[in-house]
């Protein structure tokens, strides 16, 4: 009893998904990829053994196109069988990237998912627009600061967050790395910053929101999401460098939880910073992005403290943007050592759907941050 | 209100654990990646500005050692006090990795974590022991096969399981793209394939372990790894590459549980494939599965169908073993083109403690797949 002796059969659709790889080679090296790629992320198996019927004809990725793009490089689309990914993002993460992870030169550039593969994500709950309606301000680009650094106690993260807020804040976020040290405890710390912004907002009538860092173990995810909306943060933070995407899914879907989510970009350099592996920014810090339903996509605007290209931040504020089916388009949220200096080319890149993260550099403009931040607001204006 | 005035007092108990970063560049680039990785990988704040007292001293991260390594390569330790990391396993990865995997040249080569840190860990539940008892084989290293292609039916599936199991393997586990497909259902296949090896091993008194895979969405992992295990599967598998590294942990330290994990690298090429950038493999297959409570780690071999370094394999497998405070060894499952000609080279590489996993290449051999099975545990002997 080995493999099937007749053609399997096995009720597809018929309807397939798109993933466009950018291949680095020469043509030869690059199209025999291509044709080894479309067994080694699906069926994995010799290709000659492969059964015929479905498995070999729909089950196997099946190249669609494939195309020069430059020096060495070409672009192949691979199609998939939409019921290969069933309803699950892990898989359909396996299918795009999976063992192929392990080739050089391989990158995936593009997905194009139809509508019945689509209808099995939520997506974004609130996506720019609706993020933009919380904070109650439509006339600029967002800001975004973090409270920082490790080490400092709730109380002083809390007024430190109060002080911003007075100074006309949008957003306030948790600084990825605060999660629940024993010198800044996860309860104490949402609470109390949840509780200074809420006072500040009385006394400003703005719309600022505190985004509480719920990165956790696997089995603490959910309940802390749900502490922080209870203790009353307006949003949440979550690295899925850290616990993979489909937890960030999976707090999203929540309807208890129902807050906006910030995602992260903490230990994904490996997966964006070659040029010729790995992701692209578009669907990396886009199309994934909402896929999983982040509201808000934080990742390493160009000219900060760490190298990335400009054409890399144009592609993750498109894959936010561009059409994606009935996924609401998300808001790029630049950071990585923004100033004040910086605002103007930031406006000049991203317009105004966009949220500005400046973290450390708020501090660096002097020792009054609700001042730091009012003249932020101004220079954002 | 802003920065503290008076220095903090954080009440550290002044243990730290070790990460040994490779970096590659000058030695004023290293030296000068180095020092900014203290503050990245921590504060991530202006250095300048980093408050006085415990802060500064102590949770900022320390440069312990530098020293050259090879032709424009370096070796940094780095020490971080335990209390950033508190007892969770995301935020471990944050510090070790975090922002700076955004970095070019800069390459997690080593950690070392003190018992205080360790005892956060419950670690492998069986471990290389524990699961060679299961199998109840003690005088050849194992093997291991994959029952695939992805399309083959439930039934089909357990078939093929059966067949194996009646050869005398030691380990089925379902391909890493199995996992809840609308032509290949959860429940159906893996209560179908544990009961068919169950037959088998009933036949020839050998105790093969049928291994579910159980990468799944976030909110399922657990309860299909509770279905497993009462549908009388002998192992699970988990992709971390896919569902983030707690999800493995968060299973293997589930006394209700309580099987042998293997974890499968889909997905994780781009954390190792590029030799100046990411995770050692004696870091990521080894000392990261270990933490994660895996009790087998496949990882890709040299000379199959990817191109891996031999000295990366060796890597892996002392990763695998060398001593880790009380975190058990576990067994090291190299994999990804092997083929029966190729044991003596791996006996030579692995010795005794080792699984060695052959998927496609069992059928390359034939039709018969429990005859092929047999040629195989020959080979082993």
Known sequence: MTLPVKPAVLGLSGERFQVRYQITGTEEEARS???????????????????????????????????????????ATISFAV????????QLLNLLWGTGSFFPGFRVDRITLPPSLLANYRGPRFGAAGLRQRV??????????????????PQHLADMAYACALGGMDIIKDDHALCDQPFCRFEQRVTL???????ANEQTGLACLY????????????????????????????????????????????????LPILSHPTATGHCVVHPDHGFSHYVFYGQMHRLAGADASIYIHQGGRFQVRAEDCVAARDGCRDEMGPLRPI?????????RERIADLKAMYGHEVIF??????HRMGPDLAENVRQLIQSVR
């Open 33 to 75: 990829l291509a044709q080894t790629a479309c067994v080694e992320q699906s069926v994995e198996f010799p290709a000659e053994l492969v059964p015929e019927g479905d498995i070999r004809d729909s089950i196997m990725g099946r190249l669609e196109t494939f195309e020069p793009a430059g020096a060495r490089r070409y672009l």
């Open 83 to 90: 019921e290969t990914a069933g309803a699950e993002f892990p």
């Open 136 to 153: 109650n301000v439509y006339d600029r680009p967002l800001l975004c600061t973090a409270i920082k650094p490790l080490g400092l106690s």
């Open 193 to 199: 910053c949840a509780q200074a912004v809420a006072r």
């Open 211 to 258: 985004v509480a860092n719920v990165t956790a173990p696997a089995h603490e995810i959910l309940s802390r999401a749900l502490f922080a909306r209870a203790a009353g943060a307006g949003g949440l933070l979550l690295s899925p460098g850290l616990t993979g995407f489909d937890a960030l899914r999976q707090v999203a879907d929540d309807d208890r939880v129902g």
């Open 331 to 339: 808001m790029p949220l630049p950071g990585g050592g923004m100033t």
């Open 357 to 362: 993260l400046v973290g450390g550099g708020l």
